[in-house]
């Protein structure tokens, strides 16, 4: 079955780095759009960083340039980068893999999320 299983998060001082991992498995990797989305308390989810399936990459404005995101195909993997963490970048951080076939079929799988605390 589809599994994304997301590890590295914890505790850090702000301006600090952390390397948030997510481990996909049951699907096409190389197929699937995938993102880093956040939630912190009492907030909606958003989207913090996502990398398509072609390599493109989009960040919320508030993460550019601190925030990187990549994927390794090969292993079924992708990472988040964060650096220079501020406060309010406390949140729960959840792995997300999404497509839209050419027959418009929809596939949205996500992680049971990592807490990240920036706090000193």
């Known amino acids: 079955q589809v599994q994304l299983v997301e590890s590295g998060g914890g505790l850090v001082q702000p301006g600090g780095s952390l390397k948030l991992s997510c481990a996909a498995s049951?699907?096409?990797?190389?197929?699937?759009?995938m993102g880093w989305y956040r939630q912190a308390p009492g907030k909606q989810r958003e989207l913090a960083a996502v990398?398509?399936?072609?390599?493109?990459?989009n960040y919320e404005d508030s993460v550019k340039g601190r925030f990187t995101i990549s994927r390794d195909n090969a292993k079924n993997l992708v990472y988040l980068q964060m650096n220079s963490l501020k406060p309010e970048d406390t949140a729960d951080y959840y792995c997300?893999?999404?497509?839209?076939?050419?027959?418009?079929?929809?596939?949205?799988?996500w992680g049971q999320g990592t807490q990240v605390t920036v706090s000193s």
């Open positions: 997300n893999a999404r497509r839209v076939t050419t027959m418009g079929d929809r596939y949205d799988y």
């Open positions: 049951g699907f096409i990797f190389r197929l699937y759009h």
């Open positions: 990398m398509t399936s072609g390599g493109s990459t």
